[in-house]
């Protein structure tokens, strides 16, 4: 997390990708004295057609403006995908700017109104993953999907959200990349910045993941979580921007074992809906 703190985020980046490439992905024989992991610096300039003094320069933040050229070639070495491509794009695209005054999260009135009459599990969520308001479903669903909770702090930290993901690898390592996402440029933000530190010194989990710089969207798609009454649970997943904030709606397959599952389930759960959030995301993780 150095070189983020000292503002070269760019250069820590491509290092992070550097040494997740193998020599034998990228087409080199792979050597018998290899001190560092994935590719050497000279390698990577080679392959990527730039002098080895010039990528030195940017791994170490003495050159923040490559060319969209090199960038290119850079991206095409590390085996980036597209989401990849265009982060590393953003890094080197970065420029100083003004400090931006922090907004509350805010979910509108009719977005409680929807979650009051969703029949599914539904909740909100802020930008740092934190619960800002959820409909009596997905309480039932999860507990840790209360107002208050932050999504990212309970997987990593929380027993039973850990029992309770059929694959916590695959979670943890989709969530602290699209986190990484998420913040972008936006690296002193408060709540990016106390949620990272959190995190970081809590679970050694997130340091090896936060280390690799990985980079996607968390988006739409399926998911298999084990619910301690009912049993496993086969859910689609979808995440609807309104305004500033996330709806997420989890929805089982018509007519399939979940969804005779969550109908049970919501038989057996209280109807009251669930109290919003602490005015603002600073607030909202700590209940």
Known sequence: MKDEESGNRLGGYLRARRELVSPAQAGLPPGGNRRVPGLRREEVALLAGISPDYYLRLERGRDKNPSPQVLASLARVLRLD????TYLLGLAATRPRAPRRMRPEHVPARVHELLAH??????????????LASNPMALALSPRLRPGQNRLRSLLLDPEEQAFQQDWTRATADFIAALRTTIGDDTDNPRFVELVGELALSS?????????????????????VHHPVVGDLRLHRDKLPVDDVILVVYYPDKNSDSDEKLRLLAALSPTEPADAAPEGPADAHRA
């Open 204 to 224: 050694q989990r997130f340091r090896t993941l936060w280390a690799r710089h990985d980079v996607r969207a968390l988006d739409g798609g399926t998911t298999t």
């Open 118 to 131: 969703l029949q599914i599990p539904a909740f909100v969520e802020g930008r740092a993953f934190d619960v």
């Open 82 to 85: 597209d989401i990849e491509r």
